[in-house]
């Protein structure tokens, strides 16, 4: 059904200034309305993030968003209006949005490749921590009908860049070695899958015993916990002393970080996106060229990469990332604790039907 906005108010978790999770309130705000090439999605489910929310939050992120400010980078839900020009989705459709809109500089089909970082939804354009959001249709994926809104979310934010760091950057082959950095969180989980669809022997290493056994419960074949084992010797003696030929980084830890490039072996690849635990590393140049290693940052996916998961889920041949627990809207602010004193096992969302 076709909601009526003009002149309606909505709950939003609105962020007026930088600061601790108390800068995060609950307030009543308009409506937005969609505009030409716009839809609007009644929310119901949005994750939150160590990166696009906390650090935006606290003012730490690279992009800083205008005041007022909505946060929520990946909001998922039905399809409660459409702006001029608008043909797909239609209302009614269940969808989720993909966090970064192509510039008018990218590349059908190569999205990734943008060389303009286009706006980021949550970031410097209104999200999803809102009961309705208004974003642009092209960045809207219909959902597959198994798939629940929190599931759609947490595949959303993470499997596409999966598939595209292994798939389309690290050029990972079938029976290579593949070492997963944090395995057991919503990225690594989502790395080991992928590399098994592609046929690769996967490492999965986390900082705890049960987050192992979580990785090895997504496919890993082997697990490592960095935080008792030392790491480089374990891939050495699982890889019969020859490393891994692509390692998945999102941690960003200094005392890791050396560890992981050691497990490479020659002319391997590390692929980063995230900086959990900091992001100030020591990089051993000596290494890095004389084992002719190639080291690529990228967060991004292509659109394909999206239609490639959705698929993959539906057919069974993925499952999405843990999720935690789903928390009402005005929980925002006790979300973003839970997080920064490392009290979840999975992915927290909040969901905007429940204030």
Not at 47 to 55: E, K, M, Y
Not at 212 to 218: E, G, K, L, S, T
Not at 255 to 274: E, H, N, Q, V, Y
Not at 276 to 284: E, S
Request: net charge neutral; hydrophobic share 45%; aromatic share 4%.
């Amino acid at each position: 059904m076709r909601v009526t906005i003009s002149g309606e108010t909505l709950k939003a978790i609105v962020l007026r200034e930088f600061g601790a999770p108390d800068v995060l309130k609950l307030e009543e705000i308009s409506t937005p309305v969609p505009g030409p090439g716009e839809i609007l999605v009644k929310v119901h489910a949005v994750s939150v993030n160590v990166t696009l929310d906390i650090a935006v939050r606290k003012g730490l992120y690279p992009r800083k968003p205008p005041f007022p400010h909505v946060l929520g980078v990946d909001p998922t839900g039905e399809v409660a209006a459409v702006g001029a020009g608008v043909s797909r989705p239609r209302v009614g459709e269940r969808v989720s949005v993909h966090t970064v809109i192509p510039s008018p500089r990218a590349t059908p089909g190569r999205e990734a490749d943008d060389p303009v970082l286009g706006s980021i939804i949550g970031v410097n354009h209104w999200g999803g921590y809102a009961e309705y959001a208004a974003v642009p249709a092209g960045n809207a994926f219909v959902l597959p009908a198994a798939l629940t809104f929190p599931e759609a979310a947490v595949v959303m934010r993470h499997m596409p860049t999966a598939r595209h760091q292994l798939h389309c950057r690290a050029g990972l082959q079938a029976g290579e070695w593949v070492l997963v950095m944090g395995a057991a969180g919503g990225l690594g989980s989502c790395c080991i899958q992928v590399a098994k669809r592609m046929g690769a022997k996967v490492i999965g290493a986390a900082g705890s015993d049960d987050r192992v056994a979580a990785a090895i419960a997504f496919g890993a074949d082997h697990g490592v916990n960095y935080r008792t084992q030392d790491l480089a010797a374990e891939v050495m003696k699982l890889t019969g002393g020859e490393g891994v030929h692509v390692v998945t980084e999102n941690v960003g830890d200094p005392d890791l970080w050396p560890k992981a490039l050691a497990s490479l072996r020659p002319r391997g690849c590390m692929i980063t996106a995230g900086a959990h635990a900091g992001g100030n590393v020591a990089l051993d140049l000596r290494a890095l060229y004389l084992k002719r290693l190639r080291l690529i940052g990228d967060p991004l996916c292509d659109f394909t990469d999206i239609e490639w998961a959705l698929k993959e889920v539906e057919q069974r041949g993925v499952r999405p990332p843990i999720v935690d627990r789903v928390l009402p809207l005005s929980a925002a602010a006790e979300a973003h604790r839970l997080i920064e004193r490392r009290a979840v096992a999975g992915k927290i969302l909040l969901d905007p039907t429940r204030t």
